[in-house]
């Protein structure tokens, strides 16, 4: 596994592995990796036969007064994590290399980002499309792995690349849970104890919305009041957003008649946790 | 030389000529193809082994009321052309076929496109860096021409391709000019015999500012008033705007201490005229 740092030994790095006539395959993280990224590097490593893990904690997708600062890094133990899933190149830039004097270009998609979280983080989805955008541009791999449970972050990068014509395939990955049911995420090392064990309603809550469609509910406000009843057993946890969200274009539907996500986003205290299932209508 | 209407087909031609061992060279147009893009397609020729030239007239370019409905369209003159310059590959693509379902997705340059033709043209240089990505994506060239007459679009694109790291060298091709100095362009066959000989005072009245740099003018509204008093002589043209731009970021400078462009736009009755050039500084 080689371990690089500049955009241009990245660029000949992956040159080498075409040339030999390889796939390529990315898989972009933020690092503090996890069992999550570790069914993407799988499903990647299944596919390719060239597999790029990018670490990049990118300064552009943080609002101000978010977590950039005190986000993990724990480069060390990623580099294991992927050592020991077979990963052949890792690309992990200092913000410099890919952010040498500012940016002044950034790539927008609109619909996508308005509701969930882009309402509590203007800017993020701008920041997010910006940065793979230009990962992509830099490995220029054959297919690209996101997680399912950032869903909107997922439906953007559809977006974003069909759009723009990258040519790119990107896979979307099912979220990985406790067995508790609890999202695998960066931020659950944020959680206490206690809190971790608070942090399954958000999973109990959304498996009641979906249990609602499944008995055949199709107006949102009475699927979301199921949800709401579970969030409410546990007052430590604070909701930002439950919503029923078309699933292509994540805005909001009255009524469901077609595929959608219920999407929410709760508070423990400081830590921010999103989660969604997926229903696939009749 | 081929004429090819899909994404689908000139990614196989090209890939094609890849697989070849050929360099790639995109020369991207809106068509009416004359002189000045002969140059760039020339350029084009000597530096690489597949010449593809694009030809589209990119709705997301025009405003409400521009003139996206009248420009020029004259496919089967624009093929004669570039088949008398050896190009190989022309791609000109039907609109849905480039903006399948609407388009959700944009490139935002800062700073560059806030003066000079992006204070009338507001979503201008959006829409253009948007095509001229989308066209990057699909042909992947190693070198794509632009003319220096649209300075202000070369620069967007120069930010754009290095901030988003496309893998492309982008090609900055002077001006070309009719004998008496007026720059070439899609848009001179606008004009009537009268205008066409009103046209040459943008040139001229950019030249009377040049000449007041080399003669060691420094301060920018001195500069202007040597031009300002040349477009003063013909009052059927009118000034959109005249000024001294950092060559680099657009932006008007107050005194000249480095390289600069002077860019004029006027308007002759309802042909819009623009033109510049460069003065390297010291």
Redesign the interface.
């Known amino acids: 596994m080689q371990v690089i740092k500049t955009?241009r030994e990245i660029?000949e790095a992956v040159y080498t592995a075409r040339q030999a006539g390889k796939t390529v395959a990315l898989v972009p993280t933020m690092g503090a990796l996890h069992e999550g990224h570790g069914h993407l590097i799988e499903r990647a490593r299944r596919e390719s036969e060239t597999v790029v893990v990018s670490i990049f904690v990118n300064p552009l997708q943080f609002g101000p007064g978010e977590d950039y600062g005190r986000y993990p890094r724990t480069l060390d133990s990623d580099l294991d994590f992927c050592q020991s899933l077979d990963v052949d190149l890792i690309f992990c830039p200092d913000p410099p290399e890919l952010y040498p004097q500012g940016?002044?270009?950034?790539?927008?998609?609109?619909?996508?980002p308005r509701e969930l979280c882009g309402r509590s983080r203007p800017g993020h989805f701008r920041g997010v499309?910006?940065v793979v955008?230009?990962l992509l541009?830099?490995v220029?791999p054959d297919r690209a792995y996101f997680g399912e449970k950032d869903a909107q972050q997922l439906r953007v990068i559809e977006?974003?690349t069909a759009?723009?014509?990258?040519?790119v395939e990107i896979v979307a990955v099912p979220t990985v849970r406790e067995p508790d049911g609890l999202a695998i995420s960066s931020r659950n090392r944020y959680l206490s104890p206690d809190q971790r064990q608070s942090a399954t309603v958000l999973y109990r809550a959304l498996n009641a919305a979906h249990q609602a469609l499944c008995a055949g509910e199709r107006e949102s406000v009475k699927v979301l009041a199921a949800s709401q009843a579970v969030l409410d057993q546990d007052p430590i946890v604070r909701k930002e957003y439950l919503e029923v969200v078309d699933a292509g274009s994540m805005s909001p539907v009255t009524t469901v008649n077609g595929p959608v996500r219920i999407a929410g986003a709760v508070w423990i205290e400081k830590t921010r946790l999103i989660d969604n299932l997926y229903w696939k209508g009749e």
């Open positions: 955009i660029r940016q002044k270009t950034f790539v927008e998609v609109d619909e996508i499309a910006t955008l230009k541009n830099i220029q977006q974003m759009d723009l014509n990258v040519p």
